[in-house]
């Protein structure tokens, strides 16, 4: 495990790629890069990398330091969103009318509203309710993965 503490210029540099979560850190942070993928602030998990992009944790989701825009899920579907699988439309019972095709989004279940997982959004809103089968959200981050453990 290769860990290394950010720079103010580093710090910088990523706050300006997490700038859309309306998010920033201070120079007074404790901010380590762990395996050029996850990114601990104050030893706690923030944000990690998938495909390029910078993907918040979770856990930081459900304690409200940072809002996505969401998609609610079923409880028929919960089962499969928490066990990794990707978001299919038959499932979706709400969906936020600012998702763009490629947005980072907060899957949560209906009768809880509690974010399940992350993921990336496979079509704009509009796109997504007029369709009746078919793969809608590309689960990136669940609970109960190897970042949700960490």
Same mark, same amino acid.
């Given at each position: 495990?290769?860990?290394? *503490? +950010?720079?103010? *210029?580093?710090?910088?540099? +990523?706050?300006?790629? =997490?700038?859309?979560?309306?998010?920033?850190?201070?120079?007074?942070?404790?901010?380590?890069?762990?395996?050029?993928?996850?990114?601990?602030?104050?030893?706690?998990?923030?944000? %990690?990398?998938?495909?390029?992009?910078?993907?918040?944790?979770?856990? =930081? =989701? +459900?304690?409200?330091?940072?809002?996505?825009?969401?998609? /609610?899920?079923?409880?028929?579907?919960?089962? %499969?969103?928490?066990?990794?699988?990707?978001?299919?439309?038959?499932? =979706?019972?709400? @969906?936020?009318? /600012?998702? *763009?095709?490629?947005?980072?989004?907060?899957? @949560?279940?209906?009768?809880?509203?509690?974010?399940?997982?992350?993921?990336? *959004? +496979? %079509?704009?809103?509009?796109?997504?309710?007029?369709?009746?089968?078919?793969?809608?959200?590309?689960?990136?981050?669940?609970?109960?993965?190897?970042?949700?453990? /960490?």
């Amino acid at each position: 495990m290769k860990k290394v *503490s +950010l720079r103010k *210029s580093d710090i910088k540099e +990523l706050n300006e790629k =997490i700038a859309a979560y309306g998010f920033n850190f201070s120079k007074n942070d404790k901010v380590e890069l762990v395996d050029d993928s996850v990114y601990y602030v104050n030893d706690k998990l923030f944000f %990690f990398k998938i495909n390029d992009k910078i993907i918040p944790s979770l856990k =930081i =989701i +459900l304690e409200g330091k940072i809002i996505l825009k969401n998609i /609610t899920v079923d409880m028929g579907a919960v089962k %499969f969103v928490v066990s990794g699988a990707d978001v299919m439309r038959p499932g =979706i019972v709400n @969906i936020d009318e /600012t998702i *763009s095709k490629g947005d980072v989004v907060a899957v @949560i279940d209906e009768k809880n509203k509690k974010p399940l997982s992350i993921g990336e *959004s +496979l %079509f704009n809103a509009p796109e997504m309710k007029l369709m009746t089968s078919g793969k809608a959200v590309k689960n990136l981050h669940f609970v109960g993965d190897k970042h949700w453990n /960490t």
